[in-house]
C-alpha cells in the first residue's frame, strides 16, 4: 500500500532563518506530488505541483521554492522565511496518468516568530 | 479565476440529524469534484470524487451530488454521529490538457460538529 510521510510535523522557525520540508511517498511510482499551504482563514492553496523529476511548477509568487531530487521525494525550502509563512503545510501525491484523488500527508505545522 | 465557495462556514447538529453540506464554483469547466475530511491537526482524507460526467456518488451514509452546469454540488450525510465531526472540504479540478488538469481549487470548508 501506499503511504505519504512528512516531516518534520512541528517546526518554530525565527523570521529571516531557512526552511525545508521534505515529503516523500512509497509504493508507487512515477507519481505527481504537491505542495499546499493551509492558512487561518485563507482555506488550502496549491504551492507548487511536479509532474517527474526536476519538474516544478510554480502557482503562486512567494519566497518559497521546491525541488524533486527523486521521483518519491519532494522538498519545500526557503531561504529566508516571513513572517507570513506561517501555517499548516500539506504534501499530496496523485497517479502519474490518471486524474484521481490526491492522497495528503500529515502535515507540518509551521510558525515564524 | 476558479472560486470555490462552502456554506455553511460552521454547522452543529443533533446525533442522528441528516445534513447537508453545501458547495459552489464559478467555472464550470472542471475535470472532477471531490469532497474531503479533515480532522484537526491532521491531513486530508478523501471522501468521494465525481467525475464531470458524473451526477453523484455514494460511500457508506455519504452522498455528493454534482450539477456541473449550475456549479454546485452537495454532501449528504445521513443520520449523523459524533464520529462524524471535522471539516469537510471541496476542491474542484480544473479542466483542460496538460499539467492544469491536476490542480485542486479549495472552498475554506464547514466545520461540522455533531453533539451526542
Known amino acids: 500500500s501506499q503511504t505519504i510521510h512528512q516531516w518534520p510535523a512541528t517546526l518554530v522557525q525565527p523570521v529571516g532563518s531557512p526552511l525545508s520540508l521534505e515529503c516523500t511517498v512509497e509504493?508507487?511510482?512515477?507519481?505527481?506530488l504537491y505542495w499546499y499551504r493551509q492558512a487561518a482563514g485563507r482555506g488550502l492553496q496549491l504551492l507548487f505541483y511536479s509532474v517527474g523529476i526536476g519538474q516544478i511548477s510554480s502557482e503562486v509568487p512567494q519566497n518559497l521554492s521546491a525541488s524533486r531530487p527523486q521521483d518519491r521525494q519532494f522538498i519545500l525550502s526557503s531561504k529566508k522565511l516571513l513572517l507570513s509563512d506561517s501555517g499548516f503545510y500539506l504534501c499530496a501525491w496523485s497517479v502519474r496518468l490518471v486524474q484521481e484523488t490526491q492522497y495528503f500527508g500529515p502535515g507540518t505545522r509551521l510558525l515564524v516568530l | 479565476k476558479q472560486e470555490v465557495t462552502q456554506i455553511p462556514a460552521a454547522l452543529s447538529v443533533p446525533e442522528g440529524e441528516n445534513l447537508v453540506l453545501n458547495c459552489s464554483f464559478t467555472d464550470s469547466a472542471i475535470y472532477n469534484l471531490q469532497w474531503f475530511r479533515q480532522d484537526p491537526g491532521k491531513g486530508l482524507t478523501s471522501l468521494l470524487l465525481i467525475q464531470s460526467s458524473q451526477r453523484e456518488q455514494t460511500s457508506g451514509r455519504l452522498n455528493a451530488s454534482l450539477d456541473k452546469s449550475s456549479g454546485r454540488s452537495t454532501l449528504y450525510i445521513a443520520a449523523s454521529q459524533p464520529g462524524d465531526s471535522a471539516t469537510y472540504l471541496c476542491?474542484?479540478?480544473?479542466?483542460?490538457?496538460?499539467?492544469?488538469?491536476?490542480?485542486?481549487?479549495f472552498g475554506k470548508g464547514t466545520l461540522l460538529t455533531v453533539n451526542p
Open positions: 509504493g508507487t511510482s512515477n507519481p505527481n
Open positions: 476542491a474542484v479540478s480544473a479542466g483542460g490538457s496538460g499539467g492544469s488538469n491536476y490542480k485542486l481549487t
